[in-house]
């Protein structure tokens, strides 16, 4: 097998030569994007939309809808058209229809609100007898909504077609599959693989003003292998050879790998971790299907004041060494302790379930000083002091003493000091360490993660969510 070298084109506008290597439909629409944007630029918005429109019918792309309405929308506003708004939310409207998972549908829609709105208003403000001064001014909403600014737009073909396209790295998973066109923000890198081919990578950096072409020509590559990695955890961490070098990839993972013996961990939040030694053969693909067994996690979230220097504990072991902190932990009946020096520690055994995240809120209560038990240890040494000397005075007494009648008074009295002094003492040690002033309390809060069906191409399972 004769290996292809990979050819790499960033092909933009301004570069004629390489254009003409294209097919005609990507060379034809650069040609018409640079036109559309050239308007645009000018403030000619309705050739610009017409130019847009061109552009989708040479190349449908979402985006392409999307900057004919941006066309429209900033004629409108500019010129204060009814006409205008009114296809604008024509097309922002194909747009969502085109792309109805758009990330930014939401944005969309509100502007699609607000035009409806200021339509209406127009409409209202041109049927009144004489027309007011606001009906050649935007209203405050549309002017809220600031100036458009039109898509970038992206086109990333291979040949052969199917390869994954990885963003910035291949820890964060398959981001696409070739062709792929699309709006990307700031400078990137690519990176391309399908079995058999050798990886590529190349920067790419979006222009607004050109439609950014990366065509690329894999080359064959007989020397590697293929791994394929699939877990019934979607999502689970994959880590090959060098666990603190980092995850290579998420589950479902595939790409070349070295021919040779290799250790595949597989890891996820609350199950046990799967590891596997694997012997890659040049040419040919390796499959693992790893099986993750455990219990999915619920979270601990801790928060509250006084907590930037606690410690939390759970059954005895440190899970943070300074709060406020979220950490996974197995569902069951858990020990809690929330501990911080000069404060009394919260203390709670709740129970934690799975696909929950249980919120504790501890207020820490300093721990009131003991003064008193000071006290009562003097008192304790100067009884036992006197008791003691005075025992020992009676005992030295002779005959011809003055005290030496009464010293069986002299020693009843040690007797008492030392009684006293055991007395006093026994307190000064409850006041050491009785639990002196209220204790540390908190709050508990229970929420529920939301459980949703995640299918690919090649699995099926359910995925963890939730706001935080």
Known sequence: ???????????????????????????????????????????????????????????????????????????????????????????????????????????????????????????????????????????????????????????????????????????????????????????????????????????????????????????????????????????????????????????????????GKHKIWIAADGYDEYSEEIEVVAGKTHEVAANLRGAPVGYLNIRGANLDRARVSVDGAVVCERGPCRVPVREGKRSIVVSRGGFKPYRARLELQAKTELTVQPSLVKRPGRTDAVVAYIFTAILAGGGTGAYFYQRGLKMDDSMYDKRDYIKYGAYAGWGLAGVVGLSAIYYTFRDKGPPSTGTIDVKALALTPSVGSDFAGLSLGGGF
């Open 1 to 259: 097998m004769v290996a292809r070298l990979a050819l790499v084109f960033v092909l933009l506008t301004s570069l004629v030569g390489v254009a003409g290597a294209q097919p005609d439909t990507l060379s034809r629409a650069q040609s018409l994007y640079a036109e559309a944007q050239a308007f645009y630029l000018a403030k000619n918005f309705d050739a610009a939309a017409e130019g847009f429109k061109k552009v989708y019918d040479t190349k449908p792309t979402p985006n392409f809808l999307y900057n004919a309405a941006a066309a429209y929308h900033m004629k409108g506003k500019t010129a204060n058209d009814l006409a205008a708004y009114e296809l604008a939310v024509q097309y922002y409207g194909k747009y969502l229809t085109a792309d109805p998972s758009t990330a930014d549908k939401p944005t969309v829609e509100k502007t699609i609100a607000v035009l409806t709105a200021e339509i209406e208003r127009l409409k209202a403000l041109a049927a009144a007898p004489t027309p007011p001064p606001e009906a050649t001014t935007p209203s405050a909403e549309v002017a809220a909504l600031g100036d458009v600014a039109t898509r970038s737009l992206v086109v990333i073909e291979t040949e052969p077609q199917g390869a994954n396209i990885y963003l910035d790295d291949k820890s964060k998973g398959v981001f696409a599959q070739t062709p792929w066109s699309g709006s990307l923000d700031g400078q990137h890198k690519i990176l391309i693989e399908k079995r058999g081919h050798k990886l590529v990578d190349s920067m790419i950096a979006p222009d607004p003003n050109r439609l950014v072409v990366l065509q690329i020509v894999l080359a064959e590559e007989d020397y590697l292998g293929w791994l394929e990695i699939k877990a019934n955890i979607p999502g689970a961490l994959v880590y090959s050879d060098d666990k603190a070098a980092g995850p290579i990839g998420k589950t479902p993972f595939s790409g070349n790998f070295k021919p």
